[in-house]
């Protein structure tokens, strides 16, 4: 997500689209200040960091090389320093020292600004949240309507932000308005909520409704993919009253009996979790990098060894994973995973990286993801069967590891030997019911 790093203009309060019951306050869980993910700090934090008496904590923070260090990889640049892991200011206890004796204001922006990012877009500031934090998950704490103004304060200073382009794009050549986007966005909440669902029937009637809506506004221009400015708006706009009037009904029964492919779910999955290691500096070459890529994708297809599934301190055996048992229509289970679909579009993740129909594609990678990790923690607690808190741990480890926290999706624009892999698994038809049909 493209994260900003200029300071924002104000803005009156009622600019800002909150969550609608979204509820959070700090826990002190910690777990935002430690992990892989580094803590960024930026010129004006370093220079506040520098006015406080941080000799009185410890001696040695006197000298700010002792807290901070220059990181390495794509976001390079000074971070907080990290010791086992954890940032240098959190204590045993798990509370910041810098708030804890100076104040929240005193913290670097970063921390400031978790678990909270604001989404530019053409009708106003998106506020969204990050459910890798538990407070988040757990809907803990006062209502986030009652932040209004402290939120509308903080975006003035935020470094976390993200903007939404005015057209975006429904699929690659197909540019449309934003205001004609929400328009499909409701669609797909609609979708998300459709009774007398399972879950995975609703996900997979979202993108059966966009391949749909794609297809006609295609075949409506003579399956050219060109057209005067505001000519995709007016076909979109034609074909959503088309579907509404039948009630989703031609969309819901192809999701219904959509059937997936067990290969394609190893394949897709498998080569998304193993991708960090394709791209080792050990593999130099294009030619190198495409027998990784090549051997995991077969590997996985035929469900052969063991995967890596950071933070997870073990690599999964891929028969392991699958003997976990899960009854993925518990109604936490539901909850959680359809809370987290619905954030998506909210904070618009559809639609900031790349065009609508792919972003709901990895919606559903994601989802799927999460039920690979939740089997995972299962079995790191020895049990044989998935729990609340497998899937809660699971939810927050994806969010983390390949949602709302990482470069996972600008990887894509760097490497386009995996985009090309992905993009044509994501075009199949199996796809959606692969990805949903399947948990290991
Ligand atoms: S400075 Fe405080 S809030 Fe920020 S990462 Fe460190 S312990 Fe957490």
């Not at 970063?110 to 890798?132: E, K, L």
């Not at 983390?400 to 386009?416: A, I, S, V």
Request: contains cysteine.
């Amino acid at each position: 997500m493209s994260d900003s790093n200029q300071s924002p203009a104000c803005l009156s309060p009622e600019q800002f689209h909150l969550p609608a019951d979204f509820h959070f306050a700090c826990h002190n869980s910690g777990r935002c200040c430690e992990d892989f993910w580094e803590i960024p700090l930026d010129e004006t934090s370093l220079a506040r960091l520098k006015q406080l008496p941080l000799s009185n904590l410890s001696p040695s923070f006197s000298d700010p090389a002792q807290y901070s260090e220059m990181s390495a990889g794509p976001k390079a640049g000074l971070s907080l320093r990290r010791v086992n892991g954890r940032c240098i200011f959190l204590d045993s206890a798990r509370r910041c020292l810098i708030h804890a004796h100076f104040g929240a204001a005193a913290k670097p922006q970063t921390c400031q600004d978790f678990p909270f990012r604001y989404i530019r877009t053409p009708r106003g500031i998106f506020v969204g949240m990050s459910m890798a934090c538990p407070s988040v998950r757990a809907n803990r704490g006062p209502a986030i309507e009652t932040r209004r103004q402290e939120l509308a304060d903080a975006y003035a200073r935020s470094h976390s932000i993200a903007t939404v382009s005015d057209p975006i794009e429904l699929s690659p050549g197909l540019p449309i308005s934003f205001s004609v986007y929400e328009e499909i966005e409701s669609c797909l909440n609609d979708l998300l909520a459709w009774e007398g669902l399972t879950l995975d029937d609703r996900l997979i009637a979202g993108y059966v409704f966009l391949q749909l809506l794609e297809r006609a506004v295609v075949q409506m221009s003579g399956h050219r993919r060109e057209g005067p400015a505001g000519h995709w708006d007016e076909c979109v706009r034609q074909m959503i009253p088309v579907f509404r009037n039948d009630r989703f009904r031609r969309v819901i029964a192809i999701a219904r009996k959509a059937a997936g492919s067990r290969g394609l779910h190893r394949a897709l999955i498998g080569l998304l979790l193993t991708y960090r290691s394709a791209f080792d500096a050990r593999l130099r070459g294009r030619l190198g990098r495409s027998a990784y890529l090549f051997y995991q994708y077969v590997r996985h297809l035929g469900g052969l060894g063991s995967v890596g599934m950071p933070p997870l301190p073990a690599r999964m055996a891929l028969s392991q994973l699958r003997r976990v048992r899960a009854d993925w229509n518990d109604p936490f289970f539901v909850h959680l995973l359809t809370r987290f679909a619905a954030h998506s579009l909210f904070r618009k993740d559809l639609i900031v990286f790349t065009p609508l129909l792919k972003g709901y594609g990895f919606l559903l990678v994601f989802v799927a993801l999460m039920r690979w990790y939740a089997a995972g923690y299962a079995i790191l607690r020895g049990a044989a069967e998935v729990g609340r808190e497998d899937v809660d741990e699971a939810v927050g480890a994806v969010e983390k590891y390949y949602c709302f926290h990482t470069d996972f999706m600008r990887l894509f624009d760097q490497y386009p030997l995996l985009t090309g892999m992905v993009e044509r698994m994501l075009a199949k038809p199996l796809f959606a019911p692969s990805m949903m049909r399947y948990h290991g």
